[in-house]
């Protein structure tokens, strides 16, 4: 192919002109013509159509032919020899690029190419010359007859600037042309005129003074009988469009509009719609041209609008205006029947894309009449003649009859209305009134009528028309212009969020739920399209709480029941196969799919799954899966190649998506602490995580929202044992540490390296950031119980630099209990890693039980002591200062936060940053006990004060023996009067008084306890015959020690609190199930510490005798549930489902209903939470379990619990949310910086005081008190 022949040369000069023409803006701006080949040579740059031009696709195409065989050799040659010197992708291409250009096909390529394109520049060097030579010739031999070769297109609006030459003209040129163009001259003087004006500037011509004469000339001429005029015309406008101003060429948009209008007006113009079209007709086809013509410049000129006068676009607007506004009058006997320009543009541009402001009551009524002739043909089991399918099937058309040219108008008039309702300017406009309707039409009714269309007007299966490159059925378009409402979101909240449109879209669900007769064409089709736009509404905040609670949540009808009754219902019958119209239907899965799915956008919420619990549609998806679970594993997996086109292949494939689609579904009850209580009932857990970490290695969630929603999932599963335990076994867990190994010591593996890894600069690298908060997400007690329980650590006298970690106790034996040279040494960044490792340590042992769990099974302080002993300054007189470094500094705030216990103003933790100046760390190190005194600040003594009268008044009620109507209620107005007035007083011994009275009476009542009595009586001896864990033991002793700081509890206070859980222990075992279970968590005791009923050891001064009794009668009431956690522990009271879960109410009840009032109360801290991956009902139950120890300072903790025990089980949930409420900003915050889990986790809450927020509380209780209640007497129903 290394010659050319002519055909290839005019070829070339074709393409060629092409370029240079698309190029021609960015040459003209170029000051000098060294700029201008600069902006060639970089044209690959810069201009984003590159590839796509012609001219560049022949040489790719050129230089392949020519030379691809010899890069295809040389690449092979390289493969085969596998040199050193060929090593790698880069040099490889160096390789073979050197190779091909010496070669012998090459050179001779670049010749031939040189040659043609020399020629093919001096042709169109010579052509401009000759051009402009030519108009020379014009001005001197005005009345010579000159033809115009230079339009190859048929089409009145191409244009080339490479295939024309200009004449500048002046003043006096430009009369004398104005004068020869008035109609009056003869023909053969304004054709010659007209040739002139086609070769003139079109900028000259439309800033001449003669312009406005001009303008009325062409406009007449447009309509002479002879074609050659209104075509030469049209060039001159085509050419004015694409090289003019928006201000000079809105006039001749205008001249072309006003002809057309003055046309369709006349007499001549006789088309009618019943009549169809031919544009074949010559005189139609000049028409069109002309309409195309003005259709185009629609197109463009809103970019321009911007830079000029508003004028200036209203004259453009108003033209339009008139143009389409054209009609016959109402008296007319031809009026309904008149082929109106709308019709000739919607042929031209189907779907309005020029439209941004049209008149808006033509488009309603195009609307409502096809509307009412689909209802009408469907009504009688007739066919509605589908046009969109008739002009997607015709190769050649040349002719439109009178249905199809209102078809067209139809389809114009809804994309128009479509985009109407986009804006907000556009929704003002409405309501309409129609001549023919008594009634306007508003934004409601429009999209009502939209709505209708999608199961009135024709369609086919979702397959059929997948064959159509464009489809033009009412039923894509209507979905379409839906889909565009629902991602707006304003938009949507005014035209979407209304119970008729609802009701509009539920429509045929409720024919099919009630057996009703339905006429709607391919219901399947019908169904799918509905339940995608319900699931986009689902998605939206306000639009999930219209399908939950109507328009008006007050106002709601219980007789009508809301869409989520409806759609669940129906949704169970899909599962159920219940619907007998669909029975048999090859695309039935995808139709249960679409509602699963909107289901799924609903129950993936607190509010939503609150909703469809009754409905039970969990196991309904539970029984789905497991036939299709069955079913999938009777079909033989597909084989790549083997047959795969085969109908049994094909039937596989959708069973297994199936399978896929019910367990997503399933998997998404977990969003939730109930719904992951709901899954576990299924038996389908360890599948759906099994399915969703397959999800995440074929890295299936490329959207971001999907990937937030996942890392919830992974976080909800990670609080409870059961969802530990799932993800552990899935392999989850392995592949996270494994990534995070390879990032801490590895490094990528494909990566080359080209220079030295930079040293990080904060304590964790950004690039492990991600990872630590994973685990930080991951580590909960339940998690780390499950995990760790009696496993020892590793402790390798020798590591393999190749070992790689792969589970959670390998990180705490290589990262964290560096307690051997072997460790030290095995790793390749050892201050980076352990840093790490202190890092997570740090954030694991905020939560008291794991702590407890670590320091017993590892002894861990006394790992961190010896590395602190071990770190110190070498003189010869002995152990010299500690050195200071990023690792000791990290080990010194370790230890003294797993030794101390206390609140904000009760402990004081050492910064984990250096100081500039001579003392960079003023905080004492230490290597043994005791801690060095400046940790802990000095408590004050408080001298208990009850001379109050509010207190008085309290103190009397709680005692009168009489206790009146209302006792309770009275007591509690009275303690919330000395709360917010003095809580301090609340304190010591008159807050024990207070409790132990008040829990005495409400035990005594029947209706106030929950459980069930039982009788018991500890004695000293069965203590002393029992054997504490070594966990209780550590806790006693921490128990003890804080107590002591406090100066709440003397000497040998450890045997009292002792004898307390021992027999707590004793006591509730008498309402303990023997469970059968795997989980380490259900083995008998309960596997935690027993933080409340430390506390009410310690708010009785560690009176035991009187801490038990009234533990014992606080057991009888349903706050115990929620404030003690033992309480519950393998209860009896609890389903054995609930049990066999692990999962505690206080998790799937109180924490629950956090997460679910926290998105109303506080949606910027839900957002933050959803963003970050993280869940509130972790950190609540992290908070609720060890009962705000470390997090608040003692009185504040002693408030927690009495309002808990006053005021009822539903204040812990109002004081999580105050609690949030008061970090809101500082939630906010720590979101951005990417690190709010461990925020949460580490830092006290400083500032927070219950009294503070009593208020509030109250007023969420006025709120959601029933609601609450309700859900948590339901703990011991199966279904809650």
């Given at each position: 192919?290394?010659?050319?022949?002519?055909?290839?040369e005019a070829?070339?000069?074709?393409?060629?002109?092409q370029?240079?023409?698309?190029?021609k803006?960015?040459?003209?701006?170029?000051?000098?013509?060294?700029?201008?080949?600069?902006?060639?040579?970089?044209?690959?740059?810069?201009?984003?159509?590159?590839?796509?031009?012609e001219?560049?696709?022949?040489?790719?195409?050129?230089?392949?032919?020519?030379?691809?065989?010899?890069?295809?050799?040389?690449?092979?040659?390289?493969?085969?020899?596998?040199?050193?010197?060929?090593?790698?992708?880069?040099?490889?291409?160096?390789?073979?690029?050197?190779?091909?250009?010496?070669?012998?096909?090459?050179?001779?390529?670049?010749?031939?190419?040189?040659?043609?394109?020399?020629?093919?520049?001096?042709?169109?060097?010579?052509?401009?010359?000759?051009?402009?030579?030519?108009?020379?010739?014009?001005?001197?031999?005005?009345?010579?007859d000159r033809?115009?070769?230079?339009y190859?297109?048929?089409?009145?609006d191409?244009?080339?600037?490479?295939?024309?030459?200009?004449?500048?003209?002046s003043?006096?040129?430009?009369?004398?042309?104005?004068?020869?163009?008035?109609?009056v001259?003869p023909?053969?003087?304004?054709?010659?005129?007209?040739?002139?004006?086609?070769?003139?500037?079109?900028?000259?011509?439309?800033?001449?003074?003669?312009?406005?004469?001009?303008?009325?000339?062409?406009?007449?001429?447009?309509?002479d009988?002879?074609?050659?005029?209104?075509?030469?015309?049209?060039?001159?406008?085509?050419?004015s469009?694409?090289?003019?101003p928006?201000?000079?060429?809105?006039?001749?948009?205008?001249?072309?509009?006003?002809?057309?209008?003055?046309?369709?007006?006349?007499?001549?113009?006789?088309?009618?719609?019943s009549?169809?079209?031919?544009?074949?007709?010559?005189?139609?086809?000049?028409?069109?041209?002309?309409?195309?013509?003005?259709?185009?410049?629609?197109?463009?000129?809103?970019?321009?609008w911007i830079?000029?006068?508003?004028?200036?676009?209203?004259?453009?607007?108003?033209?339009t205006?008139?143009?389409?506004?054209?009609?016959?009058?109402?008296?007319?006997?031809?009026?309904?029947?008149?082929?109106?320009?709308?019709?000739?543009?919607?042929?031209?541009?189907i779907?309005?894309?020029?439209?941004?402001?049209?008149?808006?009551?033509a488009?309603?009524?195009?609307?409502?009449d096809?509307?009412?002739?689909?209802?009408?043909?469907?009504?009688?089991?007739?066919?509605?003649?589908?046009?969109?399918?008739?002009?997607?099937?015709?190769n050649?058309?040349?002719?439109?009859t009178?249905?199809?040219?209102?078809?067209?108008?139809?389809?114009?008039?809804?994309?128009?209305?479509?985009?109407?309702?986009?804006?907000?300017?556009?929704?003002?406009?409405?309501?309409?009134?129609?001549?023919?309707?008594?009634?306007?039409?508003?934004?409601?009714?429009?999209?009502?009528?939209?709505?209708?269309?999608?199961?009135?007007?024709?369609?086919?299966?979702?397959?059929?028309?997948?064959?159509?490159?464009?489809?033009?059925?009412?039923?894509?378009?209507?979905?379409?212009?839906?889909q565009?409402?629902?991602?707006?979101?304003g938009?949507?909240?005014?035209?979407?969020?209304?119970?008729?449109?609802?009701?509009?879209?539920?429509?045929?669900?409720?024919?099919?739920?009630?057996?009703?007769?339905v006429?709607?064409?391919?219901?399947?089709?019908?169904l799918?399209?509905?339940?995608?736009?319900?699931?986009?509404?689902?998605?939206?905040?306000?639009?999930?709480?219209?399908?939950?609670?109507?328009?008006?949540?007050?106002?709601?009808?219980?007789?009508s029941?809301?869409?989520?009754?409806?759609?669940?219902?129906?949704?169970?019958?899909?599962?159920?196969?219940?619907i007998?119209?669909?029975?048999?239907?090859?695309?039935?899965?995808?139709?249960?799919?679409?509602?699963?799915?909107?289901?799924?956008?609903?129950?993936?919420?607190?509010?939503?799954?609150?909703?469809?619990?009754?409905?039970?549609?969990?196991?309904?998806?539970?029984?789905?899966?497991?036939?299709?679970?069955?079913?999938?594993?009777?079909?033989?997996?597909?084989?790549?190649?083997?047959?795969?086109?085969?109908?049994?292949?094909?039937?596989?494939?959708?069973?297994?998506?199936?399978?896929?689609?019910?367990?997503?579904?399933?998997?998404?009850?977990?969003?939730?602490?109930?719904?992951?209580?709901?899954?576990?009932?299924t038996?389908?857990?360890?599948?759906?995580?099994?399915?969703?970490?397959?999800?995440?290695s074929?890295?299936?969630?490329?959207?971001?929202?999907?990937?937030?929603?996942?890392?919830?999932?992974?976080?909800?599963?990670?609080?409870t044992?059961?969802?530990?335990?799932?993800?552990q076994?899935?392999?989850?867990?392995k592949?996270?540490?494994t990534e995070?190994?390879a990032?801490?010591e590895?490094?990528?593996?494909?990566?080359?390296?080209?220079?030295?890894?930079?040293?990080?600069?904060?304590?964790?690298?950004?690039?492990?950031?991600?990872?630590?908060?994973?685990?930080?997400?991951?580590?909960?007690?339940?998690?780390?119980?499950?995990?760790?329980?009696?496993?020892d650590?590793?402790?390798k006298?020798?590591?393999?630099?190749?070992?790689?970690?792969?589970?959670?106790?390998?990180i705490?034996?290589?990262?964290?209990?560096?307690?051997?040279?072997a460790?030290?040494?095995?790793?390749?960044?050892?201050?980076?890693?352990?840093?790490?490792?202190?890092?997570?340590?740090?954030?694991?042992?905020?939560?008291?039980?794991?702590?407890?769990?670590?320091?017993t099974?590892?002894?861990?302080?006394?790992?961190?002591?010896?590395?602190?002993?071990?770190?110190?300054?070498?003189?010869?007189?002995?152990?010299?200062?500690?050195?200071?470094?990023?690792?000791?500094?990290?080990?010194?705030?370790?230890?003294?936060?797993?030794?101390?216990?206390?609140?904000?103003?009760?402990?004081?933790l050492?910064?984990?940053?250096?100081?500039?100046?001579?003392?960079?760390?003023?905080?004492?190190?230490?290597?043994?006990f005791p801690?060095?005194?400046?940790?802990l600040?000095?408590?004050?003594?408080?001298?208990?004060?009850?001379?109050?009268?509010?207190l008085?008044?309290?103190?009397s009620?709680?005692?009168?023996?009489?206790?009146?109507?209302?006792?309770?209620?009275?007591?509690?107005?009275?303690?919330?009067?000395?709360?917010?007035?003095?809580?301090?007083?609340?304190?010591?011994?008159?807050?024990?008084?207070?409790?132990?009275?008040?829990?005495?009476?409400?035990s005594?009542?029947?209706?106030d306890?929950?459980?069930?009595?039982?009788?018991?009586?500890?004695?000293d001896?069965?203590?002393?015959?029992?054997?504490?864990?070594?966990?209780?033991?550590?806790?006693?002793?921490?128990?003890?020690?804080?107590?002591?700081?406090?100066?709440?509890?003397?000497?040998?206070?450890?045997?009292?609190?002792?004898?307390?859980?021992?027999?707590?222990?004793?006591?509730?075992?008498?309402?303990?199930?023997?469970?059968?279970?795997?989980?380490?968590?259900?083995?008998?005791?309960?596997?935690?510490?027993?933080?409340?009923?430390?506390?009410v050891?310690?708010?009785?001064?560690?009176?035991?005798?009187?801490t038990?009794t009234?533990?014992?009668r606080?057991?009888?009431?349903?706050?115990?549930a929620?404030l003690?956690?033992?309480?519950?522990?393998?209860?009896?009271?609890?389903?054995?489902?609930?049990?066999?879960?692990?999962?505690?109410?206080?998790?799937?009840?109180?924490?629950?209903?956090?997460?679910?009032?926290?998105?109303?109360?506080?949606?910027?801290?839900?957002?933050?939470?959803?963003?970050s991956?993280?869940t509130?009902?972790?950190?609540?139950?992290?908070?609720?379990?060890?009962?705000?120890?470390?997090?608040?300072?003692?009185?504040?903790?002693?408030?927690?619990?009495?309002?808990?025990?006053?005021?009822g089980?539903d204040?812990?949930?109002?004081?999580?949310?105050?609690?949030?409420?008061?970090?809101?900003?500082?939630?906010?915050?720590?979101?951005?910086?990417?690190?709010?889990?461990?925020?949460?986790?580490?830092?006290?809450?400083?500032?927070?005081r219950?009294?503070?927020?009593?208020?509030?509380?109250?007023?969420?209780?006025?709120?959601?008190?029933?609601?609450?209640?309700?859900?948590?007497?339901?703990?011991?129903?199966?279904?809650?």
């Amino acid at each position: 192919m290394s010659h050319f022949t002519s055909k290839d040369e005019a070829l070339l000069q074709s393409m060629l002109r092409q370029l240079l023409q698309s190029v021609k803006e960015k040459i003209t701006r170029a000051p000098s013509v060294e700029c201008a080949e600069e902006i060639l040579l970089h044209l690959e740059e810069t201009d984003e159509n590159f590839h796509n031009y012609e001219f560049v696709k022949y040489l790719r195409e050129y230089i392949n032919n020519t030379v691809g065989s010899v890069i295809e050799e040389e690449t092979e040659k390289c493969s085969a020899q596998n040199q050193g010197e060929v090593s790698g992708y880069d040099t490889l291409v160096q390789h073979v690029t050197k190779k091909t250009r010496e070669s012998k096909e090459y050179k001779e390529m670049m010749h031939a190419l040189k040659n043609v394109m020399m020629v093919v520049v001096e042709s169109l060097v010579n052509k401009f010359e000759e051009d402009r030579m030519h108009n020379k010739e014009l001005d001197s031999k005005p009345k010579k007859d000159r033809q115009s070769g230079y339009y190859t297109d048929n089409c009145s609006d191409s244009d080339s600037s490479f295939n024309q030459s200009y004449a500048f003209m002046s003043q006096e040129q430009l009369q004398l042309l104005v004068e020869r163009l008035d109609p009056v001259q003869p023909k053969e003087v304004r054709q010659e005129a007209l040739q002139t004006l086609c070769f003139a500037p079109p900028s000259d011509i439309l800033n001449s003074e003669s312009w406005p004469n001009l303008r009325r000339h062409l406009t007449m001429s447009l309509s002479d009988p002879d074609a050659t005029f209104s075509e030469k015309i049209l060039r001159f406008y085509a050419k004015s469009f694409s090289s003019s101003p928006f201000n000079m060429t809105r006039e001749v948009y205008t001249s072309l509009a006003r002809h057309l209008e003055l046309y369709f007006l006349s007499g001549e113009y006789s088309l009618r719609i019943s009549a169809g079209l031919d544009v074949s007709n010559t005189d139609i086809n000049r028409l069109l041209k002309k309409v195309r013509l003005l259709n185009e410049y629609q197109k463009e000129a809103p970019s321009s609008w911007i830079r000029h006068p508003e004028k200036y676009m209203e004259e453009v607007v108003e033209s339009t205006f008139s143009l389409l506004s054209v009609k016959h009058g109402l008296n007319h006997p031809a009026s309904l029947d008149f082929l109106s320009p709308v019709y000739f543009l919607a042929l031209l541009d189907i779907k309005a894309v020029w439209f941004k402001k049209w008149t808006i009551r033509a488009a309603v009524q195009q609307c409502l009449d096809y509307f009412e002739f689909c209802k009408a043909a469907v009504s009688k089991n007739s066919r509605v003649n589908d046009f969109s399918q008739q002009h997607c099937s015709d190769n050649q058309n040349f002719s439109y009859t009178g249905p199809e040219l209102q078809y067209a108008c139809f389809v114009h008039s809804l994309c128009l209305l479509g985009r109407l309702l986009i804006y907000k300017q556009g929704q003002n406009l409405f309501p309409v009134q129609l001549k023919n309707k008594k009634d306007s039409v508003s934004i409601t009714d429009l999209v009502v009528l939209f709505t209708q269309l999608i199961y009135y007007s024709p369609t086919y299966p979702k397959t059929a028309l997948a064959v159509h490159a464009e489809n033009y059925s009412p039923t894509s378009l209507v979905t379409e212009i839906l889909q565009v409402i629902c991602d707006q979101t304003g938009c949507a909240a005014e035209c979407l969020y209304t119970d008729a449109v609802i009701d509009a879209l539920l429509h045929p669900v409720r024919s099919l739920l009630s057996g009703t007769e339905v006429y709607i064409n391919c219901i399947e089709t019908t169904l799918i399209d509905v339940a995608d736009i319900l699931a986009r509404i689902a998605a939206v905040e306000d639009g999930l709480s219209l399908l939950l609670y109507g328009e008006n949540k007050k106002t709601a009808k219980e007789d009508s029941p809301t869409a989520v009754h409806v759609i669940v219902q129906f949704t169970k019958k899909l599962l159920h196969d219940d619907i007998s119209l669909l029975s048999g239907s090859e695309i039935l899965p995808v139709v249960k799919g679409a509602f699963i799915f909107v289901c799924r956008q609903m129950y993936r919420t607190c509010e939503g799954l609150q909703m469809l619990i009754p409905y039970g549609l969990h196991e309904s998806l539970g029984e789905a899966w497991k036939k299709a679970s069955l079913l999938s594993e009777r079909v033989p997996t597909p084989v790549t190649g083997a047959g795969s086109t085969s109908s049994k292949s094909l039937v596989s494939k959708n069973v297994l998506l199936w399978e896929e689609t019910l367990l997503d579904a399933l998997l998404n009850f977990s969003a939730t602490p109930k719904g992951l209580l709901l899954l576990y009932s299924t038996g389908a857990m360890n599948d759906c995580v099994n399915f969703m970490f397959s999800s995440f290695s074929k890295k299936l969630q490329t959207n971001e929202y999907e990937e937030f929603g996942s890392r919830v999932i992974v976080t909800q599963m990670a609080t409870t044992p059961t969802g530990a335990v799932a993800l552990q076994s899935s392999g989850f867990i392995k592949a996270l540490v494994t990534e995070l190994w390879a990032l801490l010591e590895c490094g990528k593996d494909d990566l080359r390296i080209t220079q030295p890894k930079s040293t990080p600069v904060d304590p964790i690298d950004r690039s492990c950031q991600k990872f630590f908060l994973s685990l930080v997400n991951l580590l909960t007690y339940p998690a780390v119980f499950e995990f760790l329980s009696k496993q020892d650590i590793p402790n390798k006298p020798k590591y393999s630099l190749r070992e790689v970690p792969t589970d959670i106790i390998d990180i705490i034996d290589r990262l964290i209990i560096l307690n051997s040279e072997a460790k030290i040494h095995s790793l390749f960044s050892y201050e980076q890693s352990h840093i790490f490792g202190l890092r997570l340590l740090n954030v694991l042992c905020c939560e008291l039980n794991t702590l407890l769990l670590l320091e017993t099974q590892y002894k861990v302080s006394q790992v961190l002591l010896s590395a602190q002993e071990e770190n110190v300054t070498e003189t010869s007189e002995g152990p010299g200062d500690f050195i200071i470094d990023g690792v000791s500094v990290e080990r010194n705030h370790v230890l003294v936060r797993i030794n101390l216990i206390g609140g904000p103003q009760e402990r004081i933790l050492p910064l984990r940053v250096l100081d500039k100046g001579s003392d960079p760390y003023p905080w004492p190190m230490f290597s043994s006990f005791p801690l060095p005194k400046c940790y802990l600040p000095e408590i004050p003594r408080k001298a208990e004060c009850r001379q109050d009268k509010d207190l008085d008044k309290l103190l009397s009620l709680l005692k009168s023996p009489k206790k009146q109507t209302g006792w309770t209620e009275i007591c509690r107005k009275q303690f919330c009067k000395v709360m917010k007035a003095k809580p301090g007083i609340i304190s010591g011994t008159i807050l024990a008084e207070l409790i132990e009275t008040f829990v005495s009476h409400l035990s005594e009542s029947r209706s106030d306890c929950y459980f069930g009595t039982g009788n018991y009586k500890a004695t000293d001896a069965d203590v002393k015959s029992e054997s504490l864990s070594s966990v209780q033991q550590l806790g006693i002793e921490m128990t003890v020690r804080y107590g002591k700081y406090l100066n709440l509890l003397k000497e040998h206070a450890e045997n009292g609190l002792c004898f307390v859980l021992v027999n707590c222990e004793k006591f509730l075992k008498q309402q303990q199930r023997t469970v059968v279970s795997s989980l380490c968590c259900l083995q008998e005791r309960y596997v935690g510490y027993d933080w409340f009923a430390s506390s009410v050891f310690l708010m009785m001064s560690g009176d035991a005798e009187k801490t038990l009794t009234f533990l014992q009668r606080l057991s009888r009431l349903l706050v115990s549930a929620f404030l003690w956690l033992p309480r519950l522990h393998i209860s009896m009271h609890l389903p054995i489902t609930t049990v066999e879960s692990g999962i505690h109410p206080v998790y799937f009840c109180s924490a629950h209903h956090v997460e679910m009032l926290l998105k109303t109360e506080l949606p910027l801290v839900f957002s933050a939470f959803h963003m970050s991956g993280f869940t509130p009902s972790q950190i609540c139950l992290q908070w609720i379990t060890q009962c705000f120890w470390n997090y608040m300072d003692w009185s504040e903790i002693c408030h927690y619990i009495a309002i808990c025990i006053f005021l009822g089980p539903d204040y812990q949930i109002y004081m999580c949310i105050s609690v949030f409420r008061h970090l809101q900003q500082d939630i906010l915050k720590h979101t951005e910086a990417q690190d709010l889990q461990v925020f949460l986790k580490e830092e006290a809450l400083h500032g927070f005081r219950v009294s503070d927020y009593l208020q509030y509380m109250e007023s969420l209780e006025a709120i959601y008190r029933p609601m609450l209640l309700k859900g948590m007497r339901n703990i011991r129903v199966q279904k809650t």
